[in-house]
């Protein structure tokens, strides 16, 4: 009976046996492990040694003072290598005196520099580089002048100044013809082309004509000088045709730049002119310190430098007054490839054959009107009864110079009209008999004997009145005398007026 209760009392106590006794094993560990240890006090080394904590600052005071009393050793050094002689040695032999020859010198091959054969020049590209230069101008200006034509004839022109840059052209062409048979490329002008279009009155442009050059025709006992025309290239005159652009570039190139045109009359100078071209600018030299106030001064003239631009200039006589214009142009040049059947691209043998190439079209440019120079003016009146007549001064240009002549203002019909007109030539100084064109543009539409008008004192008077249509506008003139002193047609007349007096024979 005991031992079935024992049984029963382990049954029910294991669990808890077991547990105490791992609890035992742990509690021995702990305690022989790490309660019991001892602590290392020890640091890390001091000079080879390992120390305890407690002495750790002895220690280093100590090795700190050895080092300081270290003394260099006594024994004898190591030599350094003479590195520098060695390798003298080793370049120069000890018996290279008694060397008689060295040999021959080495030979290096080195590869020649590839370069690829030379195709041709493309026509197509020099044109690409023509094109991406145009005409710039610098003046437009529409005037009426007297020209030396026929001892002096009055024209309307319109003149245009541009430049050209031809030496840039030159350079972009060389670059392209670099490494060709070619030494050189020429540019030589054989036609300036010009556009011309008229301003109509909405501000809209009319259709574009091309500008005839002025031909002025040859002096008595000389011959008609022809435009040059390019020879044709058969393959085998090509020394002829270069030949025959060469005179052209030497001489006749510089009338197409600068067509030829009459002289024109200076009434400040009294002389002929050609006021497009401008005189060389002269600087005058100050006279040296000490000289007398007449003394000679003589003139440097300045030296324009030559950078490859060419002026271009033209004259168009075929306008009228009161109308403006735009005009544009562009240069033609003989084709540089003409003729050089060894430069021109092998894939395009008949480029060759090609005479001529344009630049591009300057901009376009539009210049003033030149003003209607026929002027008239309300200046008397005759009034006997039923008679009434108004009479009007009209004002022109001829022979260069201001001339007036009376006419009758008579309703229903245009003023003015054409007569023979005795007046001075201002070339020669003599009287001579000239047809003026005096015609104006106004109708008279009503005449008035009574118009009522206030005076400068402030009164009220009476003074003659025109009511004319011009251009499509009915305009009022009244008596130049009854005018007010400001009105610009008062001032108008006066400043004619005085011209004509002094232009009148004396």
Sequence with gaps: MAKTDEIKFLDQHMEKVVFGACALILAYGV???????????????????????????????????????????????????????????????????????????????????????????????????????????????????????????DKLVFRGKAEFPRGELLKAWNKEFRGSAMDEVIAVAV?????????LGDGQFGPVTTVTSVAIPPAEGQAATEPFVIPDYDGKNADEVRKAIDT???????????????????QTDSKWTTPWIKEPVVKKTP????????????????????????????HDTDVIVQRKYSYRMRVVFVSPLYTHDD??????????LVKTIASDWSQWITGQAIPRTTQYFLTSAQAMGANKKLYCTIFTRSLGQVVAERFEAVPGRII??????????????????????????????????DKKYTSKTGRTENTREMICLEGGELVSHILVKHMPAGDPRALAYEDLQALVDAQAPR
């Design 191 to 199: 036609a300036v082309e010009i556009e011309r279009r008229v301003v």
């Design 343 to 352: 430069v021109v691209y092998k894939g395009t043998p008949k480029d060759a």
């Design 31 to 153: 305690f022989q492990w790490v309660l019991s240890a001892p602590l290392r006090p020890e640091v890390p080394e001091v000079d080879g040694q390992v120390v305890p904590a407690t002495e750790l600052d002895q220690e280093l005071l100590s090795w700190a003072q050895r080092v300081v009393e270290r003394k260099p050793s006594k024994g004898r050094e190591k030599p350094v290598p003479d590195y520098d002689g060695e390798i003298a040695k080793q370049r120069q032999p000890a018996d290279a005196a008694t060397i008689a020859s060295w040999g021959d010198h080495r030979s290096v091959m080195i590869p020649p520099k590839q370069v690829k054969p030379a195709e041709g020049v493309r026509l197509a590209k020099v044109k690409d580089i023509l094109e991406t230069f145009a005409p710039v101008f610098t003046e437009l200006k529409g005037v009426r002048e007297l020209v030396d034509q026929e001892g002096g004839v």
């Design 248 to 266: 052209f570039s030497a001489g006749p190139q510089k009338d197409v730049l600068r067509p030829k045109y009459w002289k024109v009359w200076s």
């Design 416 to 449: 003015g009209g054409v007569i023979s007109k005795k007046m001075k030539n201002p070339t020669t100084g003599e009287m001579v008999s000239k047809v003026v064109d005096f015609s104006t543009n106004a109708t008279v539409v009503h005449a008035d004997f």
């Design 287 to 314: 006279a040296p310190a000490g000289a007398g106030a007449g003394a000679a001064r003589t003139p440097e003239p300045v030296v324009k430098v030559d950078d490859g631009t060419i002026e271009l200039l033209f």
